[in-house]
Nanobody
Framework: QVQLVESGGGLVQPGGSLRLSCALS????????MGWYRQAPGKQRELVAT???????NYVDSVKGRFTISRDSAKNTVYLQMNTLKSEDTAVYYC?????????????WGQGTQVTVSS
């Protein structure tokens, strides 16, 4: 079984920083594109950032210049460094990975971690 375990969420003041981590474990053969999504109350889940195995990154316009996605392939972990946080960044953040495992090849999701930006 494959698990994606997120950590690092919490409450932070506007202008502050947080670093999210997502560790993958289980019978994994290959990990392809990894990413972070978020869902604010009453809104649809949206893509925040993605990173390919080669390190190419993509960001939604609203976080460009403030968020940085990275991955440690040796640790099967993806990170999201979030700086200059704004109240509109408040959401549940979900880790996503496209990978091949013993069971299936496809998209896997973490359970989500709450990020609240408020004074």
């Amino acid at each position: 079984q494959v698990q994606l375990v997120e950590s690092g969420g919490g409450l932070v003041q506007p202008g502050g920083s947080l670093r999210l981590s997502c560790a993958l474990s289980g019978s994994i053969f290959s990990i392809y594109t990894m990413g972070w999504y978020r869902q604010a109350p009453g809104k649809q889940r949206e893509l925040v950032a993605t990173i390919t195995p080669g390190g190419s990154t993509n960001y939604v316009d609203s976080v460009k210049g403030r968020f940085t996605i990275s991955r440690d392939s040796a640790k099967n972990t993806v990170y999201l460094q979030m700086n200059t946080l704004k109240s509109e960044d408040t959401a549940v953040y979900y880790c996503n990975a496209n990978l091949a495992s013993t069971f299936r090849t496809g998209a896997y999701w973490g359970q989500g971690t709450q990020v609240t930006v408020s004074s």
